[in-house]
């Protein structure tokens, strides 16, 4: 949706003022409809005020599956493609998904394709998504199309949950680990430093330690804050620079633990899109292109740039994949199969799938492991806190006994 400052006139004069409509075309027509006859309109630009600040696709991938198979689903039942946009646009309660299919409602009924008008939303719908209804259109299924969407995304989705459940504990548990050292070395540890003045006599290492730790937090906690904060910005700017962004990758795949789950679910991704690309007869490098884009993975990206480079030569896609670590056997192996049979599209979504299964086997095996060892480093930490303080007090304890 748009803003629009208008000047016209009615019944009882000038008028001027603004109004939000999905274009400037409905615009006009909404105010016509009031009695206003329109004599100069502009659109107002948007500001940090008032645009939607989004990171990333501003709809939920949960959203957007129940878009595709509500969408499907009136297709089939013979609901034209602009009736369906327009009772999704009205029904969807992504506000973001909202005004992109208000937008497309217009351009639809101005004669424009759905490929063609969905294709000026490119943080919603993505060139993957663009390319198989374009696919779609020409074949005249788009119904199945959608369908065949909808669960890949929905696997997808299923692969992303899965990550996030098994990252999230040990960020969470972490976060909180800190916030509760943080606070005891602030709030607790301070309130025994008179007293182990008092007692004199010799502190225990720990307690020097838990002491001295204490001491440079309370000045120079602006000074965390700021190494916080930079770590932060780094990462981000890593991660918008495409250069950059390839050595972040490489890190992370690399990583231990996490990094053979991270390569994975970047496989089962790629696989997952090349294998729909295929389906839908979109051309090998043209999908090649596109998945390039929506892996999310410089590392694979570049490997997916040497491979299309060597089909345009008219060699198998599997030889740059074989002399690179991020591509098991297994993957090569069975592309080059599906190469020899015709049957690539088969091949790459059997690998896509076994990916997925690995993925999800190895988060609930992790989170079996990562629990425990979390719960141990928290009460280390709290436990050397501990330690510190009561060792002391041990210590006058026993002297006190032995004077009286």
């Known amino acids: 949706m748009a803003k629009f400052k208008y000047a016209g006139r009615d019944r009882r004069g000038k008028r001027q003022g603004t109004i939000i409509a999905a274009s400037r075309r409905e615009a006009m027509v909404n105010l016509q409809e009031e009695g206003i006859r329109v004599i100069e309109m502009t659109e107002v630009p948007e500001t940090l005020l008032t645009k939607d600040i989004s990171i990333g696709n501003p709809v939920k991938l949960q959203d957007f599956v129940i878009y595709l198979r509500q969408f499907a689903t009136l297709l089939k039942a013979g609901v034209t493609v602009v009736d369906a946009t327009a009772i999704l646009a009205v029904q969807t309660e992504s506000k973001a998904l909202k005004k992109a299919l208000l937008a497309a409602e217009q351009d639809l009924r101005e004669g424009n394709p759905y490929s063609e008008a969905v294709s000026k939303h490119k943080k919603i719908f993505n060139s993957m998504f663009i390319n198989m209804v374009k696919a779609g259109e020409v074949s005249g299924n788009m119904d199945e199309t959608l369908e065949r969407l909808a669960e890949d995304f929905e696997k997808q989705h299923n692969t992303v949950q899965k990550i996030k459940s098994a990252l999230t504990y040990p960020i969470v548990v972490g976060i909180i680990a800190i916030a509760v050292v943080i606070f005891l070395l602030i709030a607790v540890v301070p309130t025994f430093v008179t ?44 991660k918008s620079n495409k250069k950059t962004k390839y050595y972040l990758d490489y890190m992370l795949l690399k990583m231990p633990i996490f990094g053979n789950m991270l390569q994975k679910a970047a496989l089962a991704r790629m696989m997952r899109t090349l294998s729909s690309l295929f389906s839908s007869s979109v051309p090998i490098l043209q999908a090649m292109s596109i998945v390039e884009k929506v892996v999310e993975n410089e590392v694979l990206s570049k490997v997916i740039r040497e491979s299309r480079d060597t089909l345009e030569k008219g060699r198998s896609m599997t030889e740059p994949m074989r002399n690179h670590w991020a591509f098991p056997p297994l993957v090569t192996q069975m592309i080059s199969i599906g190469e020899e049979t015709g049957a ?43 330690l510190a303080i009561m060792l002391p007090m041990f210590g006058m304890f026993d002297a006190f006994q032995q004077n009286s």
Not at 353 to 375: H, Q
Request: glycine fraction near 4%; hydrophobic fraction near 60%.
């Open 344 to 386: 690539l599209d088969s091949m790459l979504n059997k690998i896509a799938e076994f990916y997925e299964k690995e993925v999800e086997n190895g988060t609930d095996r992790l989170k079996s492991l990562i629990e425990p060892l979390m719960i141990v480093v928290l009460a280390a930490l709290v436990g050397t806190i501990v």
């Open 195 to 238: 007293m182990f003045e008092d007692l004199g006599g010799e502190l225990p290492f720990v307690t020097k330690f838990v002491l001295a730790a204490s001491d440079f937090v309370q000045s120079f906690w602006w000074l965390i804050a700021i190494f916080v904060l930079l770590i932060i910005s780094l990462i981000v700017y890593l």
